[in-house]
Nanobody, 125 residues
Framework: QAQLVESGGGLVPSGGSLRLSCAASEHIFNNSPIGWFRQAPGKEREFVASITSQFDLTYFGDSVKGRASIWRDTAKLSVTLQMSGLKSDDTAVYYC??????????????????WGQGTQVTVSS
């Protein structure tokens, strides 16, 4: 059984918005910070946002700061990433991931050990 499953990707017009969801296992949701990353073809995996399991502290990558939000839904055991003002540079496969327990930081892919399968987001011009 997959521990993290993303959904909500697709084709989005330039300037539009998107909402991605990451359904997590109960253990992961209740005990681990969850992050969102994205990877465009030929580029490195890039940090987008994260949220802690305690206190819902949020962090954002520079490329999305000011136009992204992230929150936890306790009833659904999911973490949602919402972005607005989309542009072609936002085209990528988006992944959610569990941060390694006890790992500080949380903006590098190496800080995470369990990943979802990813969901494609394509911004059309």
């Amino acid at each position: 059984q997959a521990q993290l499953v993303e959904s909500g990707g697709g084709l989005v017009p330039s300037g539009g918005s998107l909402r991605l969801s990451c359904a997590a296992s109960e253990h992961i949701f209740n005990n681990s910070p969850i992050g969102w990353f994205r990877q465009a073809p030929g580029k490195e995996r890039e940090f987008v946002a994260s949220i802690t399991s305690q206190f819902d502290l949020t962090y954002f990558g520079d490329s999305v700061k000011g136009r992204a939000s992230i929150w936890r839904d306790t009833a659904k055991l999911s973490v949602t990433l919402q972005m607005s003002g989309l542009k072609s540079d936002d085209t990528a496969v988006y992944y959610c991931a569990r941060r390694i327990p006890g790992k500080y930081g949380g903006m590098r892919p190496d800080d995470y050990d369990i990943w979802g399968q990813g969901t494609q987001v394509t911004v059309s011009s």
